[in-house]
Structures are given as structure tokens and as C-alpha cells.
């Protein structure tokens, strides 16, 4: 790849990092104001995609919120405890561990000692997860970024059109 080819990429990317955080934020913003729902949310480059049983103008109110309470100084927000990041690095480490465990040590052991092994990953991914988030999935300098709208796309499924993702 060219240098203006990685470029290109890199500012790709992290659009989708500080729309990711964005997503976030405004799933926080919704569980606060709703209590527990259905909600599920995938990033892109131009905002996100959120489904739940929600009208736009709640989702735009909310990401609109979420927008400013991130760009005020809470990059706390970025980080979710029900972001698929935190299962995929969990099974990855258990399944590391795992592998590690079934080619090391004696026969009889193998398999409790996998076992176990991919408990203690299991439990340690929670953190692992987190700076997982903070530091590779999502980015929460939303400076210049903006809430375009809110559009139906089918059934409970909304997108959340961004501006100034990508620099």
C-alpha cells in the first residue's frame, strides 16, 4: 500500500472508532432514560446503525446528548459493558488459553487444566475488554463531529447519520 492508500485507511478507521463511541454513548444515554431494552448497534464510517424499539426523534434526542456529553468531557461513555468486543476478546483469550493448556504439561491434565484456564480468561477479558474498547475499537475525540439525523431503514432498525467522523 501507498502512504496516501494508509491514509485513507487510517482516517476510515477511525471514523468508524468515533462513531463506535458515539453508538455507545447513545445506547448509555437510551438505557438511561428507558430503563433495560432491546438494543443493538453497529458503527460505520457515516454514523450507526441502531436497532430498538425507538421513534428517530427519541434516537436523534439521544444522540444528539450522547454527542455532547462526549465531547464535554465524559469518555467514559465509549466504553460498554454490552459491546460485542468484550465477547470476541473474551473468546479469543479462552480459546488461546485453551490451545496453550491441551499442548502443555501431562495427558491426564490436558483437558481440567484447559478448563480452568479458560475461566480465568473468561475473567480476565472484563478488563482486558475495556482497554480493548478505550484504546483500539472505539475513540472518544469527537471533535468536529456532528449528528446529521435519524432515518427509519426497516422495521425497528435506524440510522444514525454522522458528519466530521472522518479527518
Same mark, same amino acid.
Given at each position: ?8 485507511? &487510517? ?155 472522518? &479527518?
Amino acid at each position: 500500500m501507498h502512504g496516501e492508500d494508509l491514509a485513507m485507511l &487510517r482516517g476510515w478507521i477511525d471514523a468508524i472508532r468515533r462513531n463506535h463511541a458515539l453508538e455507545h454513548a447513545t445506547v448509555a444515554v437510551l438505557l438511561a432514560r428507558h430503563g433495560p431494552m432491546r438494543l443493538a448497534g453497529r458503527a460505520s464510517a457515516d454514523g450507526f446503525l441502531l436497532y430498538g424499539a425507538l421513534d428517530p426523534e427519541e434516537v436523534l434526542s439521544a444522540a444528539n446528548e450522547a454527542l455532547q456529553r462526549l465531547q464535554g468531557g465524559q469518555p467514559e461513555l465509549a466504553v460498554s459493558p454490552l459491546c460485542g468486543t468484550n465477547i470476541a476478546v473474551a473468546g479469543m483469550l479462552a480459546a488461546a488459553t485453551a490451545i496453550i493448556a491441551l499442548t502443555a504439561g501431562s495427558r491426564r491434565g490436558r483437558l481440567p487444566n484447559a478448563f480452568i484456564a479458560s475461566m480465568f480468561a473468561v475473567i480476565a477479558a472484563q478488563p482486558v475488554g475495556r482497554a480493548v474498547q478505550q484504546h483500539l475499537t472505539t475513540c472518544a475525540d469527537l471533535e468536529g463531529v456532528a449528528v446529521v439525523g435519524v432515518r427509519d431503514i426497516v422495521g425497528e432498525l435506524r440510522k444514525v447519520q454522522t458528519s466530521g467522523a472522518q &479527518r
